[in-house]
């Protein structure tokens, strides 16, 4: 055998014998696109202190002798991005983990992981998704609503076993820490919130970011875009590939003083999204300003 074809043999063996190279997993805008509810998938990331919803694994699609039902929180002890309880219950934390191009992947390893973990045992913390990892889309029944429950302290964390003395301090930690939230009922995906003296209303809108940014930009041109006397539109975050609205607010005001003023906002707004009139200057000149003063979370 000559060298030319020893070479090529010999690279042809070497190459075999290595491993695949793992892709990375791909950005996705919109991580919790086809999900129930992806507008709250969006909140529990984001914007949300202490909540919690359940969800259930699509059929088969369950680690075995794992339970079909997995509760989904914002945040658990010591930032654990899942739980497996003694009782058998599991958890996944929405804010903590690892974070790749696409959120979805990213709670799928942590929720398979958790599912996986021994009874009792968290996960303290989970390898990063690749683009093999299968998405939440792939693993829950997404035929199952998807209802957030806000809570005033993270006591969920407990159920009915003890923590450990740095489980217990984390929970102190977390609680005195916690911003008073409340989820409005006149709009999907409406939480109000007390910061220190101030109080504001974030809005997570279901349109592509351009279609809610147009449509938000009609109603501040027009001076349709507040929550009645005393509240402003501050702007808007981007978060999860969806437009995230905030309002300043009466701070001697409740969110139960707001239901009202956010129905009638959904209305106005839902026509403005309606509308197919191209935007006029003054509407352009809004745009540009809520453009200005976006940020984006992830």
């Not at 491993?19 to 999900?35: I, K, M, Q, S, T």
């Not at 959904?266 to 006029?280: H, I, N």
């Amino acid at each position: 055998m000559g060298k030319a074809s020893r070479r090529k043999h010999g690279a042809t063996a070497d190459q075999s014998s290595r491993p695949a190279r793992v892709e990375p997993a791909p950005f996705v805008a919109r991580p919790f696109e086809g999900l129930p509810n992806e507008t709250d998938w969006v909140a529990m990331r984001e914007i949300l202190p202490a909540a919690t919803a359940t969800v259930r694994f699509a059929e088969g699609k369950a680690p075995e002798g794992a339970a079909d039902e997995v509760t989904v929180a914002t945040v658990l002890p010591l930032a654990w991005p899942g739980l497996h309880r003694a009782d058998g219950s599991v958890f996944i934390g929405t804010q903590s983990g690892s974070a790749s191009g696409d959120a979805s992947r990213d709670l799928a390893v942590s929720l398979l992981a958790a599912a996986s973990a021994e009874q009792g045992a968290p996960v303290a913390s989970v390898p990063q998704a690749t683009a093999e990892t299968p998405r939440l889309q792939d693993l829950l029944d997404t035929t199952a609503d998807f209802d957030v429950t806000v809570h005033q302290g993270f006591d969920f964390w407990v159920g009915d076993s003890e923590l450990d003395a740095e489980g217990q301090a984390s929970l102190e930690r977390a609680n005195e820490s916690i911003v008073p939230t409340t989820k409005m009922a006149s709009a999907p995906s409406a939480y109000w919130v007390r910061i220190g003296e101030r109080s504001h209303i974030r809005l997570v809108l279901p349109e592509d970011e351009d279609v809610a940014t147009d449509a938000l930009a009609r109603l501040h041109a027009a001076g349709d875009s507040g929550l009645g006397e005393g509240t402003r539109l501050l702007g808007a975050f981007r978060a999860c590939g969806l437009l995230v609205p905030v309002w300043d607010l009466d701070p001697e005001k409740e969110a139960a003083d707001y239901e009202d003023a956010l129905a009638a906002f959904a209305k106005r707004y839902a026509a403005a999204v309606g509308s197919k009139e191209p935007l006029t200057a003054d509407e352009r000149r809004a745009r540009s300003g809520l453009l200005s003063r976006q940020v984006t979370l992830r």
